[in-house]
């Protein structure tokens, strides 16, 4: 599948718009498919921004792919491959993607969840780093005023740390993937 090969991302749906804010970075979703759209506002319910009142930094448009395949067994990375003025193209197995230069905007060509959430970790990782900040595969667990990050390879424990820790009366600030962003001073 390719995606859009003209340089940025175009206008496109405005139907179906969620709003999501996560590590203080403010996204509008849109896309045609109003049963989607419902699956990702449960998804996304803790991070639901308001609809209207605050702008938002990025834009996502997801447009239904003209012809639709089943999603893979197994999935493989995408594929990142640089484009004009800085656009950067993401591909899967059944999805495609272009972002604008600076990262704001991403038309995505698929169905499903996983597309969008693909393009968003992508868009989220390039807007911490504007912030000198990252996006770490890992958990971030709390006690008081302090906390930790915990980082590893798939199968290394991080969610059996997460559920211990919250069992015990901690609190899992994020499991699998964790902002890290300065503040302040740094």
Request: a neutral charge.
């Amino acid at each position: 599948m390719r995606a859009v090969s003209g340089g940025g991302p175009s206008s496109g749906p405005r139907d179906a718009a969620l709003r999501v804010t996560l590590a203080g970075w403010t996204v509008a979703l849109e896309m045609e498919d109003g049963a989607l759209a419902a699956t990702l506002g449960r998804v996304f319910s803790a991070f639901l921004a308001p609809a209207a009142g605050t702008s938002s930094d990025a834009r996502l448009v997801l447009r239904a792919p003209s012809i639709s395949r089943p999603p893979p067994a197994v999935r493989e990375l995408p594929r990142l491959e640089p484009g004009a003025s800085g656009t950067l193209r993401v591909e899967g197995e059944d999805y495609a993607a272009v972002l604008s230069g600076d990262r704001t905007h991403a038309d995505v060509t698929g169905a499903g969840r996983f597309p969008v959430e693909t393009v968003l970790k992508v868009m989220l990782a390039s807007a911490l780093a504007k912030r000198g900040g990252l996006l770490i595969h890992g958990v971030g667990l709390a006690l008081g005023e302090r906390a930790a990050l915990f980082v590893g390879a798939s199968g290394a424990g991080k969610s059996t740390l997460g559920g211990l820790w919250h069992d015990a009366g901690g609190m899992v600030l994020a499991d699998e993937l964790v902002a890290v962003w300065p503040e302040g001073g740094g």
